[in-house]
């Protein structure tokens, strides 16, 4: 019998017509709700947003080191990077972590001028694929997956996006103990990164 530490949350990614949206819940769990106000989901660069799954220390230096890395890259290229660029270099700090015994996943999107919006979803087992139109991750994902593969549907407007990432975190609060706190969600286009909504959403028991 092991003691393994059980954590959980839940990330969310999908496209909209001119832009993809990237989101995570706020909760933190060991044996227990550790915090219900850490942020998962980061600038990367001026054009790319990720979010940040795992044990907790190693995701806070492996965003460090990732936005350096980045950087670097765009004053080496003299332009903004690549979503599948900044996807490579974040794949490849998983796989140096999973050696290390950490465990990382992240979902990413982004714009940039030569492949329009992308988005991406790095396991960790190392793995990367691009999704299209949409992927969830974490152990509240099980739930969220159902939603959206019966209500999204291609080229949805801004609003119709909300109102679909609203109903994902209500269904994945009430059924993951593990996902909540509220969540936070960023919005990428051609025109740059916005930040649409930080709420917590509520949810009512209901008998059945």
Same mark, same amino acid.
């Given at each position: 019998?092991?003691?393994?530490?059980?954590?959980?949350?839940?990330?969310?990614?999908?496209?909209?017509?001119?832009?993809?949206?990237?989101?995570?819940?706020?909760?933190?769990?060991?044996?227990?709700?550790?915090?219900?106000?850490?942020?998962?989901?980061?600038?990367?660069?001026?054009?790319?947003?990720?979010?940040?799954?795992?044990?907790?220390?190693?995701?806070?230096?492996?965003?460090?080191?990732?936005?350096?890395?980045?950087?670097?890259?765009?004053?080496?290229?003299?332009?903004?990077?690549?979503?599948?660029?900044?996807?490579?270099?974040?794949?490849?700090?998983?796989?140096?972590?999973?050696?290390?015994?950490?465990?990382?996943?992240?979902?990413?999107?982004?714009? !940039?001028?030569? !492949?329009?919006?992308?988005?991406?979803?790095?396991?960790?087992?190392?793995?990367?694929?691009?999704?299209?139109?949409?992927?969830?991750?974490?152990?509240?994902?099980?739930?969220?997956?159902?939603?959206?593969?019966?209500?999204?549907?291609?080229?949805?407007?801004?609003?119709?996006?909300?109102?679909?990432?609203?109903?994902?975190?209500?269904?994945?609060?009430?059924?993951?103990?593990?996902?909540?706190?509220?969540?936070?969600?960023?919005?990428?286009?051609?025109?740059?990164?916005?930040?649409?909504?930080?709420?917590?959403?509520?949810?009512?028991?209901?008998?059945?």
């Amino acid at each position: 019998m092991t003691n393994e530490i059980k954590t959980g949350t839940t990330c969310i990614g999908f496209l909209f017509k001119g832009g993809v949206i990237v989101a995570a819940d706020r909760r933190i769990t060991t044996y227990k709700i550790e915090s219900d106000s850490f942020t998962k989901l980061f600038d990367v660069s001026s054009n790319v947003v990720s979010t940040v799954a795992g044990h907790v220390s190693a995701a806070q230096l492996f965003l460090r080191n990732l936005k350096s890395e980045v950087k670097l890259l765009e004053m080496k290229k003299e332009r903004n990077a690549r979503v599948m660029e900044v996807a490579s270099i974040l794949n490849s700090y998983q796989l140096g972590a999973r050696e290390s015994g950490a465990v990382l996943a992240s979902i990413m999107g982004g714009y !940039d001028e030569k !492949d329009g919006v992308s988005l991406f979803e790095l396991g960790p087992d190392g793995s990367m694929l691009n999704h299209r139109p949409y992927v969830a991750d974490g152990s509240g994902s099980i739930f969220v997956k159902s939603v959206l593969d019966t209500v999204y549907k291609p080229n949805m407007s801004e609003k119709e996006s909300l109102d679909l990432l609203e109903k994902c975190f209500k269904v994945a609060f009430k059924n993951d103990s593990s996902s909540g706190g509220g969540y936070i969600a960023k919005i990428v286009t051609k025109d740059g990164i916005r930040e649409v909504q930080r709420k917590v959403v509520k949810t009512e028991l209901v008998n059945e």
